[in-house]
């Protein structure tokens, strides 16, 4: 989950954005954007989809890759 926190942040870092213009632009609170970023929170598939699209990457990549490595 940590490296999940640290590739959604440093993906909306790349872009120069905040938290609040990436969740504006996907329809998301802000405070769960930062919930996310911070592995508080896991999202929904729906918001999970929404953040791989913005971010050009793919589900698995983005939120799975940690789970992929314990196998």
Do not use: C, I
């Amino acid at each position: 989950m940590r490296q999940v926190m640290t590739k959604l942040k440093k993906l909306r870092k790349d872009k120069g954005l905040s938290q609040r213009e990436v969740a504006e632009r996907l329809g998301m609170s802000p405070s769960m954007l930062a919930m996310m970023e911070g592995g508080y929170r896991r999202g929904s598939d729906e918001t999970k989809v929404k953040l791989a699209k913005f971010y050009n990457e793919s589900v698995d990549s983005l939120f799975f890759e940690d789970f992929y490595h314990l196998t």
